[in-house]
């Protein structure tokens, strides 16, 4: 049986969270004759979604390969070429250092994409987790769990963000768990509803008759049934994750020198092109911001889409 999101509202952390939440918007099942290729065939006429999951493919194995095809290392100084705009040499130009643009973008690009999707990873696996155990359980447990979920809501994220990494110190792990921490509400109130609907559902019952554990049914049956949701929430938590991991590089508590992320490379931007008018210093690596965001929440809709029964 293959699930449908009717909506996926991703709220940005610190967002007002809805006052009701049985009226959260659940899955419809998809009847049981369907054929899963009409999911392939939903998501094939989404033009939009198929183009951005190309340019998000090869945005990615450009950041992957190309560090290591590029003549210029990420971190080569040549001061000779600095502050050069944009020719064949260097295709998005060099720093104040002679550091050659196009590498430290797509050197940049390999940490933020790492970071959103390790976040992404964890930030599913503990809103599916909390999410499950609410909706499946439902009475006591699921009302506190859904007020732990509002309290997270009231959490000033950004706040946090900054004061857990300025205790903590700046590390990969400690950027991606606080982001995780902070991120995984919409989720879990997303399977809460998925999971809901769910368990009312025939072939749940027969899976209690047959004397399946509450462990298996949950594992086995819930969770893959609620495939949909989880695989939209994953797609925009990942763009969520780049533009926290962006504003906090741009506020210089990311990534510190000599890494570079996207918006690392903003933040090292501003004066140069406030002052010295260098535009490529600030529009490649904001450009790969933009595109990725894009393309990950234009396929979170096709795949939003896709697994809707009710879309024609």
């Given amino acids: ?26 899955p419809v099942p998809v009847p049981a004759g369907a054929p899963r290729s009409r999911i392939l065939r939903r998501l094939a006429r989404h033009r939009l979604g198929i183009f951005s999951a190309g340019l998000l493919l090869l945005i990615v194995l450009a950041c992957v390969a190309g560090p290591w095809l590029s ?47 390790a976040t992404m990873l964890l930030t599913v696996v503990l809103g599916v987790a909390i999410g499950a155990t609410a909706g499946y359980l439902g009475g006591w447990i699921d009302s506190a769990l859904m007020r732990m979920v509002d309290g997270f809501y009231s959490i000033p994220g950004l706040f946090v963000l900054i004061v857990a990494v300025a ?27 998925s999971v809901m609907t769910l368990k009312r559902q025939e072939f749940v019952e027969a899976a209690h008759v047959l004397g399946a554990s509450h462990w298996r049914v949950v594992v086995r049956h819930l969770i893959p049934n609620a495939l949909g949701p989880i695989l ?81």
């Fill in 71 to 117: 003549p210029f290392g990420a971190n080569r100084i040549d001061l000779a070429a600095r502050d050069l705009g944009p020719s064949l040499a260097h295709w998005m130009g060099t720093d104040e250092l002679g550091r050659d643009q196009l590498t430290r973008v797509l050197e940049g690009g390999r940490l933020s994409l790492s970071a959103g999707l």
């Fill in 1 to 26: 049986m293959t699930l449908a999101l009717v909506s996926s509202p991703l709220s940005a952390p610190g967002a007002t969270p809805p006052v009701d939440d049985a009226a959260a918007p659940g």
């Fill in 232 to 312: 939209v929430s994953a797609t925009l938590n990942v763009a969520v994750a780049i533009l926290a991991e962006s504003t906090l590089s741009f506020l210089g508590l990311g990534f510190q020198p000599p890494d570079a992320t996207w918006g690392r490379m903003l933040q090292e931007a501003q004066i140069p092109v406030i002052r010295d008018g260098q535009w490529w210093r600030g529009f490649f690596p904001g450009l790969m911001i933009f595109l990725t965001v894009l393309c990950v929440n234009f396929l979170g809709d096709a795949l939003r889409d896709a697994f809707d029964p009710r879309t024609r």
């Fill in 167 to 193: 205790m903590v110190g700046v590390s990969f792990w400690s950027i991606v768990v606080t982001l995780a921490l902070l991120n995984w509400m919409a989720t879990a109130r997303l399977i809460r509803a």
